[in-house]
């Protein structure tokens, strides 16, 4: 890959090593770091592809920070990190940009695996500013070197609970922190809510709080007593004043300074009031305004349509810093000589379609429910393209709600609606899902309420890794108390108990289903419920018997496959459900068969194979079949393509194929 220079000589990003590198430079040189930063990005993910737009609107932000600081010593605590790419090159990982998000390379995120500049994993929206009180106040009880400590939260990010609980502790601590509040009007997709409205008005002066204190001190040296009555008032007229001249009166009313806006593409400006929010010795929120895909005309200039698109680029999707264009097809005549015309450009027959994806499969199911009974409502916490809940937004709007980054309100507002007799369908990933467990357990299991939990990206989903992977629902939900848990085996399946899941009048349940292309069979038309808590036979067999759940059956039809290739015909089965389990079809596996596999995408502990032991082991004894568990180990798994990340677990056709086997061998003596 070329390097991209900058119009300006020298190279200077080639002279940082490290951000003590950035020290010794002024305000026009750091400004020019920034830029060829974010050339780079653009060059690099433009090939690769990776989180792109809130990276573009950072490269100012990051180089300013870590030339007024001295990481890691003072803690630089980027939320999500999604955009901390700009971090990454700073502080030593330029030269591996290039293998972001792939099997073996540079985590997509931060990871304090990964670089003591990294003070904090993420992935999560919401949480820098809880983490950084506690490192501060850590420090301040003499525990550790001490620093200074600065979160960077995004405007979608500060729709998150959680962030609100850090700041209210951090104002009543009166900790001294910098909350810089990077403001782009966007997340992943446009911000929602009261507080979004209310970021949008902060376009004012950074120098207006010191205004605003000069308005309070000359109210109370009015004349004929004016003053002092005006003195006496005390808080209701501070409050007034501040309501008045600064939006900041949120944080400062939580305790917290407050100043902004400040651009965010401006270095030296950023370092001016980075200096000034340091010498506070305060909890200070500095509000700075940047440009998600600053610097890359597609994003910058396509509002929030073009955001959106550019929040992610795709590989190859960018050339000479700019979208890259369709190759033109030539179409082909008979007077054409073969010859004359370059192969790549020959029009050739279009190709077979390919199967939709997962998600796109749902998102067309959940339009055809919410047209077909109006009490359906889909609920998204700030992920509408990514669960596909934007196609329902934009068919029946009025049946759609995106609650901002805030999962437990999700939840507890899908609660708010069972109550009333609607039908509240939380498509919710996996992985996120996880942040609203108490309201899961409080608010809808133990209410027995009719909530549908639609959980997308199940099981591995690739190149975003551990933060990202749905390797855990089947075992934080099953131990619950009046759930049904369901996972589809291919999109005919998804659609099917979509219909099951909203004529489900028994309380809650919950569908995962993984990323990524579907299997390409016809969905069904209409689509019939299923009844709750049974299997289904797919293949008739002897000796072994692979059971499946959701993804696992996909699996299992592989290494039936590999199986036959030694002679074994195996039964391969849909569980169909984890709870309640299907103890008829299992019982009859586990007196039939020698060996009973369980497959899953889901960590073995707690999970569907546990479900099916738990069974067997209260129900049969050892009077039973040999059970062997397939799943995801207990650990964190890497980032990677899925393929190659099930390959490493041991989830693959040919390995599950080798472990009934082994099995096999171990139970006969061969």
Known sequence: MSKSKSTQPPYLLDRIHGPADLHALDDEQLQQVAQETRELIIDTIGEIGGHFGANLGTCELAVALHS????????????????????????????RLATIRQYGGLAPFCSIAESEHDIMGAGHASTSIGYAV??????????????????????????????????????????????????NGMSISPNVGALSHYFNRFRLNPRLFHAREDVEERLTRLPLGLGRRIERLGPEIKSAIKAY???????????????????????????????????????????????????FAAAEEGGLEGMEKWHAAKPGSIVDRRPADEPKLIPVTESDSPGSIAPEKLERPAPKPAPPAYTAVFAEAMVAEARRDPRVIGITAAMAGGTGLDALAAAVPEQYVDVGIAEQEAVLFASGLALQGAKPVC?????????????????????????????????LVGDDGPTHHGAFDVSYLRPLPN????????????????????????????????????????????????????????QEG????????????????????????????????????????????????????????????????????????????????????????????????????????????????????????????ARTGA
């Open 483 to 538: 759930i049904v848990l369901m996972a589809p085996r291919d999109e005919a399946m998804l659609v099917t108990m979509l219909r099951t899941a909203l004529l489900h009048d028994d309380g809650p349940i919950a569908f995962r289903y993984p990323r990524g292309t579907a299997e390409g069979v016809p969905l069904p038309e209409p689509p019939r419920p299923i009844e709750i808590g049974t299997g289904e036979v797919l």
């Open 134 to 183: 506690g490192l501060k106040e850590a420090m301040r009880r003499g525990i550790g070197p001490d620093g200074r400590v600065v979160a960077v939260i995004g405007d979608g990010a500060l729709t998150g609970g959680v962030a609100y609980e850090a700041l209210h502790q951090a104002g009543g601590l009166e900790t001294p922190i910098v909350i810089v509040l990077n403001d």
């Open 68 to 95: 007024l600081m001295d990481s890691p010593r003072d803690k630089i605590l980027w939320d999500v990190g999604h955009q901390a790419y700009p971090h990454k090159i700073l502080t030593g990982r330029r030269e």
């Open 245 to 295: 001249w600064a939006p900041g009166l949120l944080f400062e009313e939580l305790g917290i300074a407050y100043m902004g806006v400040v651009d965010g593409h401006d270095v030296a400006d950023l370092r001016w009031a980075l200096r000034r929010a340091f010498e506070a010795e305060r909890p200070v929120v500095v509000h700075i305004h940047t440009v998600k895909g600053r610097g």
């Open 542 to 665: 002897e000796r072994v018997a692979l059971l499946g759940y959701g993804w696992g059956v996909q699996a299992a039809n592989e290494a039936a496959t590999a199986l036959a290739g030694h002679g074994l015909q195996p039964t391969v089965a849909d569980a169909r459900f984890a709870k309640p389990l299907d103890t008829g079809l299992v019982d009859r596996l586990a007196a039939e068969h020698e060996l009973v596999v369980t497959i899953e995408e889901n960590v073995l502990p707690g999970g569907f194979g546990a479900a099916v032991l738990e069974h067997l082991e209260d129900a049969r004894g050892a009077d039973r079949a040999r059970v062997v568990r397939v799943g995801l180990p207990d650990r964190y798994v890497t980032h990677g393509k899925p393929a190659l990340l099930r390959a490493e677990v041991g989830l693959s056709g040919d390995a599950v194929a080798e472990r009934a086997l082994t099995a096999l061998g």
């Open 427 to 459: 498509a919710i990933y996996s992985t996120f899902l996880q942040r609203a467990f108490d309201q899961i357990v409080h608010d809808v299991c133990l209410q027995g309420l009719n909530v549908v939990f639609a959980m997308d990206r199940a099981g």
